[in-house]
């Protein structure tokens, strides 16, 4: 075999390694039961959960508890999946922006659920908020 055989066989082998990897640490998208089943099987990988965060009936985002006086690095709230299950997700690391948080549309948080009751541990929070760029009617 020639040297550029075997130099383009080891490149192969490292990109088929390197797909295997990345492929392995990817997440799936789930509701909080789905979410809460997998914990229950000893599944400890992140999953993602989409849901809006929890109104009163005037449509004010209720049930956050983030006080950066007290602790900077905690905020819990109640996040209602596609679903309508709604459970308490506790994050230490909160969004940079509080405001954004609050206005957002949706929410994605990923992480991984503590057990059946308990509450979702949040390492990560994407929030679609509302365009700015939408067409408004005139």
Known sequence: MKKSHIFGLVIIAVMISILVVTAGDASQYVNFSEAYS????????????????????????????????????????????????????????????MRDFEKSEKVVVIGRAKGEGQEFLASEILMKCPSKYEETQL
């Open 38 to 97: 997998l914990a229950a099987d000893g599944n400890t990988s992140k999953v993602h959960v989409i849901g809006e965060l929890q109104k009163d009936n005037n449509g004010n985002v209720i049930g956050i508890d983030y006080n950066p006086a007290k602790d900077p690095n905690y905020l819990a709230f109640t996040l209602v999946d596609d679903k309508n299950v709604a459970r308490k997700v506790v994050c230490y690391s909160p969004p940079a922006s």
